[in-house]
């Protein structure tokens, strides 16, 4: 690792620095073993079919920007039918074979934030054919079927998860096909670069696919992420926590990291890192950019010059239209479809658990209805000679990131604060309405499902949790399947109290 001592001498008297550049670095460490690296690989492979031939095409007029670099929106095929979106960024005086593939992070817009497009001009303008690429469900894509990212995109990533793939998977999928356009395009130097979120992307992509030649990292976050670590859930990889200097220590190509703070560098960068540190911001600075484009002349052959200007314009071509295909459209390969067992349920801890109870008698867990509706549930109950006790499970915004870390699914959680409220309360049954069927079957206590979810074209992203996507559940007959096993399930209250009864045997 190379780090730059600019800095430093401006701010710390010079013995300082002679005094750290004596020491010996810290000791070195150890990549991850090559077959760990192809688990890895393995894990974030979607396996998707590539499309044949070149899956780049133009869809809309070529605009004219600043140093004679033009700009037309692009389409990619991710795989026959699913199209990505993105921009083709044409220097006017191309350096023969250097290519540079922009990823953008989630500063609330795509390939058209400041923080793509900016590096992108200046790449271009000194001789980069460069190539922006939108991740799923963003800019002309940005339809609910796609979602991936942040709050928004919950269900999204939970998705993906119950195929098989994740966020991060999908997005390198995408990546790798902006690869493959820039080869078709005569690249044989390739760079990658983008600012947080794009920062990890390019990283995997350096680390994962052997055409890239290097890479440049703008206000990298800890990679992974750690299991409660904030930001967006959608660069994690499932199963495994971060930040893992083993992994850092096994990107092989050329890498500079352009630190959003001063101080030291994330641990576990090799001889072919180098570091540069700024006061930030959280960004892709024009501090950054610079760095950028002096690493990528050294790696890819690009011009020098100085950093000269670049445009603001918005990139987005025509929209997709709003019956595109979305994530339950690919072709995965979904896991062995789950199904509760009592080992599920431990290890959770006590989840809070908050419970309205109303009348006498042997005790009933109400959970999942909207509050509208709950009134008219416990007063039928109690009329029935049951206790009645609403149960309210408080939204825990780490359990997704805890439980996808823990490659344990997520759904066993809400299990387990079932579980933890019924040995509270004593219940002798359950009432579950909607997605609360899924831990409620968990339970061994007799159980009425209202509102049962019995496949994908069910859920309402809006009312059910993201947890509802269970791993395998919407492929083959198994949520069918799930369904028919329930004992007592419908929508008319009655018939669900009737069931109850019996199941209680009076
Ligand atoms: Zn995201």
Do not use: N
Request: contains cysteine; glycine residues 14%.
């Amino acid at each position: 690792m190379r780090r730059r001592f600019a800095s430093l001498t401006r701010s710390a008297p010079l013995w300082a620095a002679a005094l750290l550049v004596a020491c010996p670095g810290p000791p070195q460490i150890a990549p991850l073993p090559d077959t760990a690296l192809a688990a890895l690989q393995h894990d974030l492979d979607l396996g998707l079919p590539p499309p044949a031939g070149d899956p780049l095409w133009v869809v809309g007029p070529e605009r004219a920007g600043p140093e004679g670099v033009r700009v037309s929106p692009v389409r990619l095929s991710l795989v026959e039918g699913w199209e990505l979106t993105g921009a083709l960024f044409s220097p006017a005086a191309p350096v023969p074979g250097a290519a540079v593939l922009v990823s953008h992070g989630h500063f609330g817009q795509g390939k058209s934030g400041a923080e793509a497009q900016e590096i992108a001009w200046r790449l271009a303008a000194h001789g980069a054919l460069v190539l922006s690429v939108d991740s799923p469900g963003e800019e002309e894509g940005a339809l609910p079927q796609r979602l991936i990212h942040l709050e928004g995109g919950a269900h999204g990533r939970a998705l993906l998860r119950a195929g098989g793939a994740s966020a991060l998977g999908l997005q390198l999928a995408g990546l790798r096909r902006g690869i493959d356009a820039l080869a078709a395009r005569g690249a044989t130097r390739i760079g990658l670069t983008g600012a947080s979120g794009g920062a990890v992307l390019s990283f995997y992509g350096g680390l994962l696919d052997p055409r890239v030649s290097a890479v440049a990292l703008a206000s990298p976050p800890p990679i992974p992420r750690e299991a409660r670590g904030g930001g967006c859930l959608c660069d994690q990889v499932p199963g495994r926590p971060g930040p893992d200097p083993h992994l850092l220590a096994s990107l092989r190509v050329p890498a500079l990291w352009l630190l959003d703070h001063r101080g030291p560098p994330p641990e576990g960068l090799g001889p072919q890192a180098e570091v540069i540190e700024s006061d930030g911001p959280h960004s892709y600075t024009a501090e950054m950019q610079e760095g950028a484009l002096r690493f990528f002349g050294t790696h890819l052959g690009l011009r020098g010059g100085p950093l000269g200007p670049a445009a603001g314009m918005d990139l987005a071509g025509p929209p997709l239209p709003a019956d595109a295909p979305g994530l339950a459209d690919l072709p995965l390969r979904p896991p062995v479809a789950w199904d509760p067992d009592a080992q599920a349920l431990e290890g959770w801890g006590a989840p809070v658990v908050e419970a309205r109870c109303v009348g006498a008698g042997p005790t009933v867990l109400v959970v999942g209805l909207p509050a509208d509706a709950e009134g008219a549930r416990l007063d039928a109950l109690r009329a029935a000679g049951l206790r009645a006790c609403a149960l309210r499970v408080p939204e825990d915004e780490g359990a997704e990131a805890e439980a996808e870390l823990r490659g344990r699914p997520w759904v066993a959680r809400q299990a387990a604060a079932l579980q933890h409220a019924a040995s509270q309360h004593g219940a002798v049954a359950v009432w579950a309405a909607r997605a609360w069927g899924l831990p409620a079957g968990l339970l061994p206590l007799p159980w009425v499902w209202e509102q049962p979810i019995c496949a994908l074209s069910e859920v309402d992203p809006a009312k059910d949790p993201a947890w509802v996507h269970t791993p395998g559940a919407w492929w083959g007959d198994h949520a069918a399947a799930r369904c028919a096993r329930a004992p007592v399930r419908g929508s008319d209250p009655a018939v669900l109290i009737g069931g109850l009864r019996a199941a209680l045997g009076g």
